[in-house]
């Protein structure tokens, strides 16, 4: 069955440190690729978004993500957070046959002094 | 403030209640849906409009009844809802329900069932 992995529920880092959120699917082919992120109490934001090419996709807030096909692993990353990233995390796939977003459970950011 | 507008914002009725969430979206997109949005579970999709007939209906049950009158609007009548029912719903649009089309989601309707 098709799915998306979110290993890590909760993640605390300092704030300046640096960040990686994991995201691995289950897919035969590659599909389309996405993160979003969710504020308290708000909808869920597009941060970035792999179709093809570059395998190292830039977005918005200086977040970043690498899709590894050998891995099935699309993690998002950020080199110094900010206390205003704390959120939640959500990574989410589609096949490229369909059109169904499939989304992981999140990654609950909290970002300490 | 995004292109994806819900109201309202936060709604509480008893399990005898009708009430309606509304969405509009001002993207100029040809999709829509709803989602529900549960603690610790992943967004659950319910229903899909692609230039305003309905694609999708994953199984919901026939207490949310959703209506698409046009390809800007968007709303879930809730009749007889149960406490379970209470959830954030989150209303998205997407240019077409294709593959490859980024969805944009609204603020969302924190539902509460009592």
């Known amino acids: 069955a098709q799915s998306v992995t979110q290993p890590d529920i909760h993640i605390t880092v300092s704030e300046g440190a640096s960040l990686e959120l994991r995201c691995n699917y289950s897919y035969g082919a590659t599909p389309y690729l996405f993160w979003y992120v969710q504020s308290p109490g708000q909808g869920l934001q597009l941060l970035l978004k792999y179709f093809s090419g570059d395998t190292l996709v830039q977005g918005i807030k200086g977040f970043e993500a690498e899709f590894k096909r050998s891995q099935s692993s699309f993690n998002l990353r950020k080199p110094s957070v900010h206390w205003s990233d704390a959120a939640e995390y959500f990574c989410a796939v589609v096949e490229r046959t369909g059109n169904q977003f499939y989304f992981g459970t999140g990654t609950s950011l909290t970002v300490i002094p | 403030e995004t292109g994806v507008t819900q109201t309202p914002r936060h709604l509480v009725m008893g399990m005898t209640n009708k009430k309606s969430l509304k969405c509009e979206q001002h993207?100029?997109?040809?999709?829509m849906y709803w989602y529900k949005q549960s603690a610790k579970k992943p967004l659950e999709l319910m229903f899909v409009?692609?230039?305003?007939?309905?694609?999708e209906n994953n199984s919901v049950p026939s207490r949310f009844s959703p209506e698409c009158p046009n390809s800007s609007h968007l709303f879930l009548h809730l009749h007889t809802l149960q406490p379970e029912d209470s959830a954030l719903y989150l209303c998205?649009?997407?240019?077409?329900?294709?593959?490859?089309?980024?969805?944009?989601f609204g603020e969302g309707s924190w539902l509460t069932v009592v």
């Open positions: 409009y692609n230039f305003k007939e309905q694609t």
């Open positions: 998205a649009s997407s240019p077409t329900s294709t593959a490859g089309n980024t969805i944009y």
């Open positions: 993207l100029g997109h040809n999709a």
